[in-house]
């Protein structure tokens, strides 16, 4: 069923086969950060403008909300032409995306 796979596909809240709709689903991915961090260490032989920094992981929602999320949901929400039920699920997509209890913690950057 693909449940235990470390590269996954996502549609309306259900995992979907990876290529079921290219471009339309959102993929997720099990990723070492800690070992991913560690391979890319400075190096005496990188010179320094040369050399990868890591920062992170971060949970999803610290980052989302330090990128500008609320923000751009709340300028969305202001325009003249949104309506009051598009308003709410701005809303409410932003409260899925970084709450704790739902993906803001459980996924991270």
Sequence with gaps: DGTADTLR???NHKQVPL????GQVDVTADVDFF????AIQPSEDVPPERQIHAFGPVQQG???MRMGAADMVINSIEQDDTT???AQKL???LK???LPEHMGEK???
């Excluded at 290529?19 to 290219?22: K, R, V």
């Excluded at 070992?35 to 560690?38: P, S």
């Design 35 to 38: 070992a991913l961090r560690n």
């Design 62 to 64: 610290e980052f989302l």
């Design 107 to 109: 996924f991270k950057v």
């Design 91 to 93: 809303s409410d997509a």
């Design 84 to 86: 009051p039920e598009q």
């Design 19 to 22: 290529t079921s709709y290219p």
């Design 96 to 98: 899925y995306l970084v």
């Design 9 to 11: 596909a996502f549609s």
